[in-house]
């Protein structure tokens, strides 16, 4: 059973910063792509940042030369570093996983519960 678990969002000020971590397990972590997504209220959920396997990195524009996504395959850890917030990244951050298993099948396309980040003017 794959299994995301999101820690670090709470309340910053703007031009501050926090660091979210999401533990997987269930899954063959290092060979799964790992993503941060995010929903404001009353807004659709959009891609915050992704990894590959091989440590590629895509960001939305949005975030770019602010948040860094990292991956530490010992630990099953994704993180998402996040910095000079803005009160626009408030909201919830959700983190994804694409997961395969240790033979390559496909398991599906899981998300953790979320975390709430707010960030104050």
């Known amino acids: 059973q794959v299994q995301l678990v999101e820690s670090g969002g709470g309340l910053v000020q703007a031009g501050g910063s926090l660091r979210l971590s999401c533990v997987a397990s269930?899954?063959?972590?290092?060979?799964?792509?790992m993503g941060w997504h995010r929903q404001a209220p009353g807004k659709q959920r959009e891609l915050v940042a992704r990894?590959?396997?091989?440590?590629?990195?895509i960001y939305a524009d949005s975030v770019k030369g602010r948040f860094t996504i990292s991956r530490d395959n010992a630990k099953n850890t994704v993180y998402l570093q996040m910095t000079s917030l803005k009160p626009e990244d408030t909201a919830v951050y959700y983190c994804?996983?694409?997961?395969?298993?240790?033979?390559?099948?496909?398991?599906?396309?899981?998300w953790g519960q979320g975390t709430q980040v707010t960030v104050s003017a």
């Open positions: 269930g899954a063959s972590f290092a060979i799964n792509a």
């Open positions: 994804n996983e694409v997961a395969y298993s240790s033979s390559r099948a496909y398991l599906g396309n899981y």
């Open positions: 990894i590959t396997s091989d440590g590629s990195t």
